[in-house]
């Protein structure tokens, strides 16, 4: 771990652009059972959060009970008494309809919740006890802003940007629907990462010194509470261009190649067999007449029990499972055998294989090919797992060499500190993978007759395996008047039939466009009709966005004509010369080419294009050269004006300026291409599943925020009943101490005490209708009557420490006082008046400090105090204040400078520099300010030692000073 810690220091680079609070992100690494959190913010390079209970993981669970929330560790208990009101694997049912198999799955895990069909959206609700009806998104978005709660008491500031990891078969209606949860919680998302990837990111951080310019394959082997996931990721280093300085920049880049998914198999399916072969042992046993399978409350026990029994069984041959209480009074002690649990598990073993295979397949690579395999995931503890997968891949040796709980998390979080603005990390790409191809259909029309037959054409926009984020764009050649089309999934066919079901609807979006007509009708008479250009977009997130939609109209203007045209044209047509060259007239409707655009990687399907594209024929393709060569006219005019200086004068001023003039009025009377362009209105409809009208998302916001006040509201309340608990214990103790019976009178302890009851017993009185205003109350009114007590005892108490410590300062500043004498006066340090002010203090702190200890001592100590350890450190921060103000002159006084002596001729200075030199030898009375005050003189006796030395020595020595002294008088002449 501190390795660890070493190496993510050496890899942070952090530079603050705003103030330090507020800087922090965090990553959540959200499971189907538990979440990790992590962190980044100033002074702490990648942490994990720590939840209440001091723990790295939290189990995402919610308990909802008579207006209470529970949270980790204490919903899991709460989940075993009252299991219809707690939700757990929410990720089961999250954007998905009602009629979903996968919620029919969900359903026969959990028969104790009560399932409803949202009328509005059609998705599926979970029904409380009280009526109340909540989606997933809502239960997710309390546990999410559980994790917010848990990062800014750790962090100690407001925390409002993350990275959320979704599993990485999340469609677009999953992921919309995790988004709203966020929202819902209060978190801006920077990304929704795919685990695989950040698990990626995170082994490919510390190793990025390993990877070079060459491809190194890896496969990560996932085994989680619900799914399996073998990915093939390479690593390599890239060069790219940056689009701000266009300095070409070397960075490391991972990429997924391939993936193979198995959503149903995951650790709580072998959790689900070993509960149910305990219920089956537990009713053989015939304890009881009821059956176990029918009590749910039982059923959650043993749920709970075959986890921990599962876990051990990772590292054991066999082990005990035991239930006190599990039905009907009956305890339930069973041993089970890690043999038995995997004969229990055969089935779901043998589909390990085909999600290994299914990676390679999609990567269009062998195991001959892949470097090393990677665990991940609690699941690969099972010993039968790694010999099934050592099979599956012809290997003995399997990588065990990330944190299998926290590496998504820790991945997540340097990603996460890339995307937010406090922070500077090195760069390290990701190229994701597009799972679900996606496409495009809509009516072409292949006359421009009305009669025109009309057919349904189908465009691929992302293709499966595809890297993203990437944008692209799709031109609709033929229609000149408002028309439709449908965003879908493209072929599925490598699902298996129970995915293909529980997919859900395969339509997207259906995206009307209106103003296409007015567009062509505006344009199209002076003008050649392009087409209609739809502009998508893949985000980082891995959602699909439909930016802008415009009709593209080109034309051949002189550079006069070009002048009359408005501003606005005139950037078009700039912007048409910049990436324009040959346009054919006539193109392929539907074709979709990718444009190049900031630091996106971009490519180009387009019609024009002379090699065939998927969904194209070579019919469909047309040759024109007229716009090619229009176009290169067009960059000649785009020469010829960056010839000309910001007044639109010719650089050029040589003598043929003038034949050069009028080539370029020449120029100017050719015809250029200009483009124009006219926003369509695009309006879209989701049809895979609807999402929630605002003013529902509104109610959520508002039912959640009222959630958390009433949590922050009953934690208050909890807190004050405690305090008051709390008080009056230990306020009943110390009336029974030596001490405190010391510093009071029968009478005042009597007092108090008779308050100290009253309180408890009011307190036992109270419900939970009473307001905390009222507890407040109370504690404030037992404060006030033992304040003066516990005064007395405190003064007593720390006393005799404030009163030596006082002897000590006035010893110290005494002998600081006697020592000023020798350094006060004209050229030094001191003047006489700061002596005397000290010295006034001195007398005035002895005689207050003799006058207050006389009066205590004939004071009782059930009295207050004649004076408190308050005004002793008063009566001590005086003393210290002035001497180290006087200390402070003595560091900056410098002495005045004595005056040089000046010599009339040469004669004199020769005699006098004999004297110089003679004055040299003879030791001269030490300067007492060139010595510290409370520094010990050990120069001086250095000096003393060595003018002891030889007498031949100190000859030599001599003879030199006097020649040095001869030669400085002689520079001062």
């Given amino acids: 771990m501190s390795l660890c810690l070493t190496q993510l220091r050496l890899l942070f680079f952090v530079f603050f652009i705003a103030k330090a609070a507020g800087l922090a992100v965090i990553s959540i690494d959200f499971g189907n059972e538990f979440m990790k959190t992590a962190i980044v913010k100033p002074g702490v390079p990648m942490e994990i959060v720590l939840n209440k209970e001091s723990h790295r993981k939290t189990p995402t669970i919610v308990t909802l009970k008579d207006g209470e929330r529970l949270f980790g560790d204490a919903a899991l208990n709460a989940g075993i008494r009252f299991p219809k009101n707690t939700y757990r694997y929410l990720l089961d049912v999250l954007g998905k309809h009602f009629d979903n198999p996968l919620v029919e799955r969900y359903q026969k895990k959990f028969p104790f919740y009560n399932l409803v069909k949202d009328e509005e959206t059609g998705m599926a609700l979970f029904q409380h006890e009280d009526g109340v009806l909540y989606s997933p998104e809502e239960l997710i978005a309390m546990i999410l802003q559980k994790a917010k709660e848990y990062s800014e008491t750790f ?14 078969f999340f469609n677009q209606a999953e992921r919309r629907a995790m988004l709203r949860a966020a929202e819902l919680a209060g978190l801006k998302v920077l990304q929704l990462i795919n685990d695989n990837a950040a698990v990626a990111l995170n082994y490919g951080v510390f190793r990025r010194k390993v990877f070079n310019e060459t491809a190194t394959n890896y496969m990560f082997f ?4 619900s799914y399996t996931s073998a990915t093939i990721v390479a690593y390599q280093i890239v060069k790219a261009k940056s689009p701000v300085s266009s300095v070409v920049d070397e960075f490391p880049q991972l990429t997924i190649k391939g993936v193979g998914i198995d959503r149903t198999l995951g650790g709580m399916e072998f959790q689900l067999r070993l509960r149910d072969l305990l219920a089956r042992h537990f009713n053989a046993q015939k304890k009881t007449k009821n059956d176990v399978t029918k009590d749910a409350r039982a059923m959650q026990k043993l749920f709970k029990e075959a986890g921990r029994v599962k876990q051990v069984l990772s590292a054991n041959v066999d082990h005990f499972a035991q239930v006190e209480n599990l039905l009907d009074d009956e305890d339930f002690r069973f041993k089970v055998t890690r043999e038995e649990l995997e004969d229990l598990c055969r089935d779901l073993l043998s589909r390990i294989g085909k999600v290994v295979q299914d990676a390679l397949t999609s990567s269009e690579m062998s195991m001959d090919e892949i470097s090393e395999v990677i665990l991940m995931g609690g699941g690969t503890r099972m010993p039968k797992i790694q010999e099934t997968l050592k099979a599956v891949i012809g290997r003995e040796d399997l990588g065990k060499g990330i944190n299998t709980d926290e590496a998504a998390a820790l991945g997540a979080v340097y990603q996460a500190a890339h995307l937010g603005k406090g922070f500077k990390v090195k760069k390290f790409a990701i190229r994701d993978a597009v799972l679900y191809p996606v496409e495009v259909e809509f009516e072409r029309v292949k006359s421009t007759d009305d009669s025109g037959d009309v057919s349904k054409t189908k465009r691929v926009l992302f293709g499966r395996m595809q890297s993203y984020p990437q944008k692209k764009a799709m031109t609709f050649n033929k229609h000149i008047a408002d028309f439709s089309f449908e965003v879908n999934y493209g072929d599925l066919s490598f699902l298996n039939e129970f995915d293909l079901k529980a997919f859900g ?8 466009l ?17 087409g209609v250009k739809a502009h998508f977009r893949m985000d980082d997130s891995g959602l699909i ?5 415009e009709s593209i109209f080109e034309k051949m203007v002189t550079k006069e004509a070009e002048a009359e045209e408005s501003t606005l044209s005139k950037i078009g047509s700039t912007i048409s010369n910049l990436f324009g060259g040959g346009k054919k007239e006539e193109e392929m409707d539907g074709g979709v080419e990718e444009e190049q655009k900031d630091d996106i990687p971009t490519e180009e399907i387009g019609e024009e294009s002379s090699e065939k594209k998927p969904g194209t024929t070579a019919g469909d393709e047309e040759s024109q050269t007229d716009a090619g060569k229009a176009s290169e006219e067009s960059k000649d005019d785009k020469t010829g004006e960056n010839a000309e200086t910001k007044d639109g004068k010719p650089e050029s001023s040589s003598a043929d300026d003038q034949d050069k003039t009028k080539e370029q009025k020449k120029e100017d009377k050719k015809p250029k291409l200009t483009t124009i362009r ?5 309006e879209q409809l989701a049809k895979d599943l609807t999402d929630p009208s605002k003013e529902k998302l509104m109610l959520s916001k508002k039912l959640i925020d009222d959630l958390k006040k009433r949590d922050e509201e009953k934690a208050l309340l909890e807190k004050a009943k405690n305090e008051i608990e709390t008080f009056v214990f230990e306020a009943q103790d110390k009336l029974e101490q030596e001490n405190y019976k010391l510093c009071s009178t029968e009478e005042e302890r009597t007092a108090i005490g008779e308050k100290l009851a009253a309180a408890s017993d009011w307190l036992n009185e109270q419900d939970d209708s009473t307001p905390r205003k009222e507890y407040e109350s109370r504690i404030k009114d037992l404060k006030s009557a033992t304040n003066d007590l516990y005064g007395r005892v405190y003064e007593m108490l720390e006393r005799p420490a404030a009163i030596e410590a006082l002897n000590s300062m006035l010893n110290h500043t005494a002998y600081f006082l006697f020592g000023m004498k020798n350094f006060t006066g004209e050229d030094q340090p001191f003047a006489q008046a700061d002596y005397e002010a000290l010295q006034k203090l001195v007398i005035d702190t002895v005689e207050w400090n003799r006058t207050v200890n006389e009066e205590q001592k004939k004071a009782s100590l059930a009295e207050n105090p004649k004076f408190t350890v308050e005004d002793v450190a008063m009566k001590i921060a005086a003393l210290d204040r002035d001497v180290k103000y006087l200390i402070s002159k003595v560091k900056s006084f410098r002495p005045k400078p004595k005056a040089k002596v000046v010599f009339a001729n040469k004669t004199e200075s020769t005699n006098n520099e004999t004297k110089a030199a003679d004055d040299k030898t003879t030791p001269k009375e030490d300067d007492p300010l060139d010595q510290d005050l409370f520094e010990d003189n050990d120069h001086d006796d250095g000096q003393t030692a060595e003018t002891s030395s030889s007498n031949s020595t100190s000859t030599e020595s001599s003879t030199k000073k006097n020649q040095k002294a001869s030669h400085d008088h002689d520079d001062e002449l």
Avoid: C, W
């Avoid at 996932?222 to 509470?225: C, E, P």
């Avoid at 103003?515 to 002076?526: E, H, I, L, R, T």
């Avoid at 966005?545 to 939609?549: A, E, F, M, N, R």
């Fill in 155 to 168: 962090a100690e500031q407001p925390i409002g940007e993350a990275v959320i990891t979704v599993p990485p």
């Fill in 222 to 225: 996932d085994i989680g509470a």
């Fill in 505 to 512: 609807n395969t339509t997207l979006n259906v995206v009307t």
């Fill in 514 to 530: 209106t103003g296409v007509d007015d567009a062509y009708v505006k344009n199209s008479g002076d003008s050649d009709f392009k």
């Fill in 545 to 549: 966005h439909l930016d802008k939609v």
């Fill in 678 to 682: 006219a926003d369509i209105r695009a």
